[in-house]
Nanobody, 125 residues
Framework: QVQLVESGGGLVQAGGSLRLSCAYS????????IGWFRQAPGKEREFVAA????????YYADSVKGRFGISRDNAKNTVYLQMNSLKPEDTAVYYC??????????????????WGQGTQVTVSS
């Protein structure tokens, strides 16, 4: 049973923008914080951004602060990651993840129990 589905990845030039979407199962994640993580080739997966259930609280990695924005539309059961001023070092597979036990935004990867399949983002120089 697929519960988190990412979309919106692709190839973009440096300085460009992309918006990723994460559609989630409302039955499973009705009060869940949602996070975005990414993994570049040869590197460990790292935290990017997170949003609380209400959308009132967000949390960003320093590397994306001021360039990326996370938001959610609970009526559409979707979390978005708007990525602006993209750099080649943003190239990675991006995953959304859900923490059923917490509603607040946080970056603790080990607490996110559910993961999507990932979407590739490639930024060319």
């Amino acid at each position: 049973q697929v519960q988190l589905v990412e979309s919106g990845g692709g190839l973009v030039q440096a300085g460009g923008s992309l918006r990723l979407s994460c559609a989630y199962s409302v039955r499973t994640f009705s009060r869940s914080a949602i996070g975005w993580f990414r993994q570049a080739p040869g590197k460990e997966r790292e935290f990017v951004a997170a949003i609380s259930w209400s959308g009132g609280s967000t949390y960003y990695a320093d590397s994306v602060k001021g360039r990326f924005g996370i938001s959610r539309d609970n009526a559409k059961n979707t979390v978005y990651l708007q990525m602006n001023s993209l750099k080649p070092e943003d190239t990675a597979v991006y995953y959304c993840a859900a923490d059923r036990d917490r509603s607040d935004a946080h970056k603790l990867e080990y607490e996110y129990e559910y993961w999507g399949q990932g979407t590739q983002v490639t930024v060319s120089s």
